[in-house]
């Protein structure tokens, strides 16, 4: 039996109301509000804080086991570079595993899902890495605009300890231009809406789904849940008609909670429903874009011991609201800010690779002798002054403790975080570290508890540059 063994989400700290969008566009105020990234934030920032997330649902699963990690979206901040590669090391994941990407349709998500499932049963992975993830942009002001929210979500598949088995799939693909994004392109391109939804989306989810349960030898009547894609919340609902799924049965697409996150979606609401579901529960997954990928999946007893105490409920309701539109173009660098008033950091591509161990995997060292443990390691321990510092420590699961806080109101400008902390954490180190995600330094007091969490740094030229900071719990 493969399948799911753990599962993890991600979903941003902002929020922007979209009645904010109407005042000050003067268009039709809508109910609801989505979820925005941070300015530090991007598909891969995202991407790993889900996979983190879904690492510590599964009570610390052993890393050495993964041999391959999928990322899967359409906004990868890279034309050549693979993304899954950095994911993987800022997860500490071993060298010697498979990498891939997944892009360029909303089905990357479920394609990459299939992937991972097939090297599964097939035996080449013991366990598998599936981390999805998007932060499209619509142009300012179209209807899309108040559509498109950002999140991220990750599956661990194996074939021992499964909480959910994945049964059966089935595709079908579509050739239609309904949304589409060049290469060239920075907004998200869409033709007509009744063309979109009548010949793409709901004809499409329609067959499929009636060819898919066909191919699983089941009924609507047979599924616990039903978990799909839709551009909207309207168009969602009438496929729920067109398929024959009653109201109980649709699981919540989030769109007034977080909007429509893309490739992701799916996954997210899975997660959703992961948290309550019961053992036995069979659920209908699928997901649309130029064509459709249908999941029969089946929740096992394991369900119990992988319940996320830190899912998408808990994340929903954890947010600030962005004060206007104004600030939404700011995150999304949309208008142009005062640049940060410190001097660039062009750092070196080789200074990234030689550092990797502190900068991406976020380790520090502990000396083999006096077991003083510093940051970054050192060949000399600081404190006895032993030579090779020897065990590394990793630090992106550990809680730190607030010594002091303090904010840079004068050497920081645009969107740039001015909140520092010196941070303790439990393995005996004290660490000086960027916060983020908060705007008032009387949250961070001494003695509060900051977690690490990974984010892209802006002001390095063009060398991609991705390293830890703090934040608030979730």
């Not at 071993?94 to 990357?108: C, H, N, V, W, Y």
């Not at 391109?189 to 089941?218: P, S």
């Not at 916060?435 to 001494?446: A, K, Q, R, W």
Request: net charge negative; glycine share 8%.
């Amino acid at each position: 039996m493969a399948g799911i063994c753990a599962y993890g989400v991600y979903i941003p700290f902002y929020r922007l109301a979209l009645s904010s969008i109407a005042e000050a566009t003067g268009g039709f105020a809508q109910d609801g509000e989505k979820a925005v990234a941070n300015f530090d934030e991007d598909s891969i920032t995202m991407a790993a804080e889900a996979a983190l997330n879904c690492l510590n649902s599964n009570n610390g699963a052993d890393r050495s086991d993964i041999e391959g990690l999928i990322f899967a979206t359409t906004t990868s901040p890279f034309k050549e570079k693979q993304s899954a590669v950095i994911i993987s090391t800022a997860l500490d994941l071993p060298k010697e595993i498979q990498t891939m990407d997944s892009l360029g349709s909303l089905r990357a998500g479920t394609n990459a899902l299939r992937a991972a499932h097939d090297a599964v049963k097939a035996g080449s992975a013991k366990k598998m890495m599936v981390t999805v993830a998007d932060t499209r942009q619509a142009y300012p002001q179209s209807g899309l605009e108040g559509l498109f929210g950002d999140g991220a979500a990750a599956l661990l598949l194996g074939d021992t300890d499964v909480a959910v088995e994945i049964e059966g799939s089935f595709s079908l693909a579509n050739e239609i231009s309904d949304l589409w994004r060049r290469d060239e392109d920075a907004f998200v391109h869409t033709w007509e809406d009744r063309f979109n939804l009548n010949a793409g989306y709901q004809d499409t989810m329609k067959t499929a789904f009636a060819k898919a349960t066909e191919k699983f030898g089941i009924s609507m009547e047979d599924v616990s849940r039903v978990i799909y894609y839709g551009p909207n919340e309207r168009a969602h609902g009438a496929v729920a008609k067109a398929i024959g799924a009653n109201k109980k049965q649709v699981q919540n697409p989030l769109y007034g909670a977080i909007g429509n996150a893309g490739t992701p979606s799916v996954f997210i609401q899975l997660a959703a429903a992961l948290d309550t579901a019961q053992p036995g529960e069979k659920i209908l997954m699928s997901t649309y874009g130029n064509g459709c990928d249908v999941f029969l999946l089946t929740v096992t007893d394991h369900i119990n011991k992988v319940r996320n105490s830190v899912g998408a409920a808990r994340q929903i309701k954890s947010k600030a609201i962005l004060p206007n539109y104004h600030a939404f173009l700011n995150i999304r660098n949309l208008i142009d800010l005062e640049p940060n008033r410190q001097p660039d950091i062009n750092t070196p591509a080789s200074l990234l690779w030689r550092e990797q161990e502190g900068i991406m995997r976020f380790k520090a060292g502990k000396c083999k002798e006096c077991g003083n443990v510093q940051f970054p390691a050192l060949p000399v321990c600081a404190k006895c002054t032993a030579q090779d510092v020897g065990e590394k420590i990793r630090l992106s699961d550990q809680e730190a403790e607030v010594y002091l806080s303090t904010v840079d109101t004068l050497g920081f400008g645009g969107e740039e975080s001015p909140m520092w902390a010196i941070a303790d954490m439990p393995v005996g180190l004290r660490i000086k570290l960027q916060i983020t995600d908060c705007e008032d330094l009387g949250d961070v007091p001494t003695g509060t508890k900051l977690y690490p969490t990974f984010r892209k740094f802006q002001r390095h030229g063009d060398t991609p540059v991705y390293h830890w900071k703090l934040r608030l719990p979730r």
